[in-house]
């Protein structure tokens, strides 16, 4: 790609699918040719197979000529996109790949790939201790969001990467409140939860994050009936109870555990303003697991398969069992592993453990192994004063965290063994 184009073109998806030359937006033509452009932009410099691009715009029932019609999606987006481009001068933006196209579009381009950089920075940041600075970058990268991903546009795979995407700014969203919570900003984000509480009531990360932020504004009477409505909304709408981390924040703030408000901290004494730990003999049950979609179909042969990894009977094995699920990027994987998680959660009542190691991130980010188990021993409850300093240490630390417990742990975008 020539630095013209690196410079003036910027594409948008999180929101309406978009493209600028410059400060002018383009006309992109039909809700159809949209998709066209949005699937090549979420494969992020990938090839994408013009069965694919077939099967994005028009799902199991394509027309006669679906693969002419793309076509011409396809060449009405070239000269859009590249409209001084001269006869017989190659495209440098959707290019020609095989059986199919791909889209040579730079990171610093497309407001997902901008969103995405600006997270991996806050968790540097985090993991650094620099709280202010990771709150900060996450507000930024969640101000790069207009709204609905691919709003508007139809197809099945609009759907399913809506689901995605809308999971990736609602766990962000979670971590940024999570962090103002941690910096003493409990009273400004009430507002903010109660609203989110509103519209997610089942989502029981925003439930816990609004419980805290009142119990920490001195509204202890207002957490405890809160735990109420959202247990009374978790029965009547899914026959269950709140899980592990909510029913254990009740019972705290209902004990009015000291243990729960800020310990002392502020940016002009450079004190980290993690929470305090927990109390002695108190364990942390993570439930991390992504929302499930709202509905699953199929699968039913995979599904079978998965459920066979544990024994009918319920009883503990006798080994730690790990299994892989793999296959080509967007056929489902991610969705079939999260699905028969929530299944079995019940299962693993020592807790769950989800972590997106990035594996095949098209920037080569991919997460380092200690990034990860620094990240799995915050979620268990390590206070960062009582975080090893080496790998090893850290490692042996999270297998003992881990001994005699029953805890799920879904690794998703694994690369390799490490």
Known sequence: MSEVYESSLRFAVLGSVRAWRGDVELDLGSPQQRVVLGALLLRRGRLVTVGELVDAVWGQAPPPAAVSVL??????????????????????????????????????????????????????????????????????????????????????????????????WLSTLEWRLDTDIRLGRHGEVIGELTSLTGEYPLRERLCLLLMLALFRSGRRAEALAFYRRTRRVLVDELGIEPGADLQQLHDRILAGDALLHLSPSSEETHQRPDPAPPPSGHVIRPAQLPARLPAFTGRGAELKQVRALLSQSGSRPDAVVISVIAGMAGIGKTALAVHWAHEVADRFPDGQLFINLRGFDPAGSAMPPGEAIRIFLDALGVPAQQMPAQLDAQAALYRSLLAHRRVLILLDNARDAD
């Open 71 to 168: 076509r011409t999606y396809v060449s009405r987006l070239r000269k859009v996109l590249e409209p001084e481009r001269g006869a017989g001068r190659s495209p440098r933006v959707i290019v020609s790949v095989a059986d199919g196209y791909v889209a040579q579009v730079l990171d610093d381009a497309l407001d997902l790939g901008v969103f995405e950089q600006r997270v991996a920075e806050a968790r540097q940041r985090h993991i650094a201790g620099e709280t202010s600075a990771a709150a900060e970058l996450l507000q930024a990268a969640l101000d790069g969001w207009e709204g609905t991903p691919l709003a508007g546009l139809p197809g099945p795979l609009a759907d399913v990467e809506r689901a995605r995407l809308t999971e990736k």
